[in-house]
Nanobody
Framework: QVHLVESGGGLVQPGGSLRLSCVVQ????????IGWFRQAPGKEREGVLC????????YFATSVKGRFTISRDKEKKTVYLQMNSLKPEDTAVYYC???????????????WGQGTQVTVST
């Protein structure tokens, strides 16, 4: 398992932007695929986006296509989730998770961060 730390959440108005960060605190960080998941109150955890160790990205949620992007800085061992044109339905706790390859099933991920709250509201 690896240690993951998310940051960057907060309160933003509809139409606004946020960038979440996930620092992978392990010397093997760059060998992992990193997925972003979110969980809204009363709902199941949902896969959002994932980036492989090779930098290729996979969208799990069609609702974020055209608005969210994922990237990674291997020197900083950090994966970013850039969220634009945010909507109230994007409100959730966002988690990053690590495993060997990108899959949309949260149960398959071995390591998780503590989560960061994103609230989209006026």
């Amino acid at each position: 398992q690896v240690h993951l730390v998310e940051s960057g959440g907060g309160l933003v108005q509809p139409g606004g932007s946020l960038r979440l960060s996930c620092v992978v605190q392990d010397f093997t960080a760059n060998y992992y695929a990193i997925g972003w998941f979110r969980q809204a109150p009363g709902k199941e955890r949902e896969g959002v986006l994932c980036i492989g160790h090779d930098g290729g990205s996979t969208y799990f949620a069609t609702s974020v296509k055209g608005r969210f992007t994922i990237s990674r800085d291997k020197e900083k061992k950090t994966v970013y989730l850039q969220m634009n044109s945010l909507k109230p339905e994007d409100t959730a706790v966002y988690y990053c998770a690590a495993r060997a390859t990108c899959v949309p099933y949260s149960d398959f991920y071995e390591s998780w961060g503590q989560g960061t709250q994103v609230t989209v509201s006026t």
